[in-house]
Nanobody, 116 residues
Framework: EVQLVESGGGSVQAGGSRRLSCTAS????????MGWYRQAPGSQCQLVSSISGDGSTYYRDSVKGRFTISQDNAKNTLYLQMNSLKPEDTAMYYC??????????WGQGTQVTVSS
């Protein structure tokens, strides 16, 4: 069974940092193009960052220079290091396939709340 479990969310003050983790089971991350998505209440699901099998990365403009995506193939885990957090980063964060689109915001997710 394919499963993705996100963790690492929480409450943080503006300017703080969090590292999100996404542990995969049932498939190998090293062969997959993966992404981090987020959805705030009343807003659409958006792709925050992605990493491809060749190591290339993508970041949406609003997080460039603040967020870093990485993966540990030995642990089969995807990470999102989030620094200099802003209140507008408050959302539920999910990991999913890079091309998941709106389906990227399904599952358990992990909540990140940034207070000013």
């Amino acid at each position: 069974e394919v499963q993705l479990v996100e963790s690492g969310g929480g409450s943080v003050q503006a300017g703080g940092s969090r590292r999100l983790s996404c542990t995969a089971s049932g498939f190998t991350l090293v062969h997959s193009d993966m992404g981090w998505y987020r959805q705030a209440p009343g807003s659409q699901c958006q792709l925050v960052s992605s990493i491809s099998g060749d190591g290339s990365t993508y970041y949406r403009d609003s997080v460039k220079g603040r967020f870093t995506i990485s993966q540990d193939n030995a642990k089969n885990t995807l990470y999102l290091q989030m620094n200099s957090l802003k209140p507008e980063d408050t959302a539920m964060y999910y990991c999913a396939s890079k091309g998941a689109g709106s389906f990227g915001c399904w599952g358990q997710g992990t909540q990140v709340t940034v207070s000013s």
